[in-house]
């Protein structure tokens, strides 16, 4: 089977004339041919139904065992962008109406496999794509037979396969939407590790053994050079995917105003964070309390809200506290941000 398969994608992308075709024409030139290959009977209507019937619409084909549909696939001229929403929203409601686990979406050259009775919006329930253009021949039949021939789909080894595939891909999502709030946790709160890391390879570079404090207050310095942003687009600053929304958010530039969004969320360091958080713990608010109110408000989390109001101005909790208690942050923030002393005396000027 396998070099039965890889001689008709190899001829399939070798063919200048398919890119002209029409839908007819991938069906009966390589939806149906490629059925046979991986073992169906294209022919025998009871186990590929053509024009299948569901609601008062049809799929183009159904692969059925025991009367049962347990594969749907649409097909569309080689010219058809498969990721129009439309397209998979149909394939996925079809599949969805009927119970079927498994799916795929071809114009001939591209193939997109689909798990539809899963969570989620159509394009998540995708879990894997062939393109016969640019994959390698061998990868492409070896998904093809994993996931499209009659003894897999019988057997049930075809949907576990989609299913660690679709595994496989949403854990990888989860890694780097998580990797860029990992990384913002080690810059804003350094942990021992980091510290040596940074204090042995400037050994290793310049022979001089920098303090532990040093390092510390270089991290903190540029802490905000050094965090990764989430554009509106989704992707951070070095253009790779990132859906973090929480955490990893950084601080925009400090300058006087009230907030002030830029992408999906910067806020700046004193009028969003330091002065709400004053203003509610003057007001009897405990400390801990005003860190989760804050965040539920700006739509990060507690500990990050604590971070810049204590780590951010190079303090300690207790020495925040201390300074908030005496009146001491009012002189404090004024002399670490003398550009925005008119804001700090207007929001937190009066509250001793």
């Given at each position: 089977m396998f070099e039965q398969v890889a001689q008709f994608v190899d001829a399939l992308r070798s063919n200048p004339k398919f890119a002209c075709c029409d839908e007819a024409i991938v069906k009966n030139g390589v939806v149906l041919p490629l059925l046979e290959l991986l073992g169906w009977?294209?022919?025998?209507?009871?186990?590929?139904?053509?024009?299948?019937?569901?609601?008062?619409?049809?799929?183009?084909y159904a692969l059925r065992v025991n009367n049962t549909c347990e594969f749907f696939i649409e097909a569309k001229k080689p010219t058809e962008d498969l990721e129009k929403v439309e397209h998979q929203e149909q394939l996925l409601d079809y599949s969805f109406r009927?119970?079927?686990?498994?799916?795929?979406?071809?114009?001939?050259?591209?193939?997109?496999f689909y798990l539809p009775t899963q969570k989620g919006d159509w394009q998540d329930r995708k879990f894997y794509t062939i393109d016969v253009k640019q994959q390698k021949t061998a990868d492409i039949v070896?998904?093809?037979?994993?996931?499209?021939?009659?003894?897999?789909?019988v057997s049930g080894e075809a949907l576990k396969s989609a299913e660690v595939i679709y595994g496989g891909r949403?854990?990888?999502?989860?890694i780097e939407e998580t990797m860029p709030q990992a990384w913002n946790k080690m810059i804003s709160e350094p942990d021992t590790l980091l510290v040596d890391l940074l204090i042995e390879t400037t050994e290793r570079l310049c022979g001089l053994k920098p303090d532990e404090v040093v390092v510390r207050a270089?991290?903190?310095?540029?802490?905000?050079?050094?965090?990764?942003?989430?554009s509106r687009d989704?992707?951070?600053?070095?253009?790779?995917?990132?859906?973090?929304?929480?955490?990893?958010?950084?601080?925009?530039?400090?300058t006087e105003g009230r907030a002030s969004k830029r992408g999906t969320r910067r806020y700046r360091k004193v009028a969003d964070y330091v002065l709400p958080v004053i203003g509610m713990m003057r007001q009897g608010?405990?400390?801990?309390?005003a860190f989760h109110k804050q965040g539920e408000t700006l739509g990060v989390l507690a500990s990050t809200v604590s971070s810049q109001c204590t780590r951010g101005l190079g303090l300690s909790t207790d020495e925040f506290l201390?300074?908030?208690?005496?009146?001491?942050?009012?002189?404090?923030?004024?002399?670490?941000?003398?550009?925005?002393?008119?804001?700090?005396?207007?929001e937190i000027g009066s509250l001793w």
């Open positions: 009977a294209p022919f025998n209507t009871e186990e590929v139904t053509p024009e299948y019937t569901v609601g008062t619409r049809r799929v183009d009927e119970g079927v686990a498994l799916a795929g979406l071809t114009n001939g050259i591209t193939w997109c070896e998904k093809l037979i994993s996931i499209l021939s009659k003894a897999n789909v949403h854990r990888k999502r989860r270089f991290l903190t310095s540029h802490r905000e050079q050094l965090t990764v942003t989430p989704g992707r951070d600053r070095s253009g790779h995917p990132s859906q973090t929304n929480t955490e990893e958010m950084t601080v925009g530039p400090r608010t405990a400390h801990t309390k201390a300074h908030v208690d005496r009146g001491s942050i009012l002189k404090l923030l004024k002399d670490r941000y003398p550009h925005a002393a008119q804001l700090i005396g207007r």
